[in-house]
């Protein structure tokens, strides 16, 4: 098993730039979430799903959009890039968010000029 | 909403000295994790407690979960330098529809040869 992996894993954007990140995971999980990571503010959750065609917005879910067509992939989309925007994303995904490991993806490291 | 608050947020020690991590809810939790994250890399599951009062040990790593599952901690005995890295914990949170895993601001352990 790959696990959850992430794409890519380094980039840099310009302002008003629209990318994807991608994420996805052979585990057959449910549960799928997005978080960022950013100095001194921990893991803050920006969307999530509970399964496949189910997302729902996190804690910071401005300018990020989700979808989730398949209970493997659960890309995240950054509509206009800003500079707060710069941080290291993380995927992870899990049988269940209440009471089952998280397995994190490696992180894409984001960079808005 | 809810929270989870972890402190401290940096800690520097000696090697061979020991070293403790706080968090606290402000609501009950039915279990709690705890998650190491290594330099530039992910966060990595280390344990979840489910019990009031549960105390678990993993060699040196001792997690314990309060008598009121509102708060929590991790001793590290005898800290090495392979223990360098950020421990984060984190609680579930199902409130109305939400399902979410919150994460606290982390703990960063520096451990000086």
């Known amino acids: 098993n790959a696990g959850v992996t992430q794409t890519p894993k380094f980039q840099v954007l310009k302002t008003g730039q629209s990318m994807t990140l991608q994420c996805a995971q052979d585990m057959n999980h449910e549960y799928m979430s997005w978080y960022r990571q950013d100095p001194g503010m921990g893991l803050r959750l920006i969307h999530y799903s509970v399964g496949a065609g189910i997302t729902d917005q996190g804690e910071v879910p401005n300018g990020y959009n989700v979808s989730r067509s398949t209970t493997e992939d659960f890309p995240l989309r950054l509509l206009s890039a800003a500079p707060s925007q710069t ?3 993380f995927c992870a995904s899990s049988r269940d968010y209440r009471t089952d490991t998280q397995y994190f993806g490696p992180g894409t ?3 808005v000029l | 909403g809810q929270q989870v608050m972890q402190i401290p947020q940096y800690q520097h020690v000696q090697e061979g000295e020991d070293f403790t991590t706080y968090c606290n809810s402000s609501t009950t939790l039915s279990n709690i994790q705890w998650y190491k994250q290594r330099p530039g ?6 344990i979840q407690l489910v019990k009031s009062g549960e105390v678990k040990k993993q060699k040196r790593l001792t997690f314990q979960f309060g008598e009121a599952k509102k708060n929590s901690s991790l001793h590290i005995t005898a800290t090495q330098t392979t223990d360098v890295g950020t421990y984060f914990c984190a609680g579930p949170i199902s409130s109305g529809s939400a399902r979410q895993l919150t994460f606290g601001s982390g703990t960063q352990l520096t451990v000086l040869p």
């Open chain 1, 87 to 89: 941080s290291v994303y």
């Open chain 1, 109 to 111: 490291r984001l960079t």
């Open chain 2, 41 to 46: 890399g992910h966060p990595v599951f280390l």
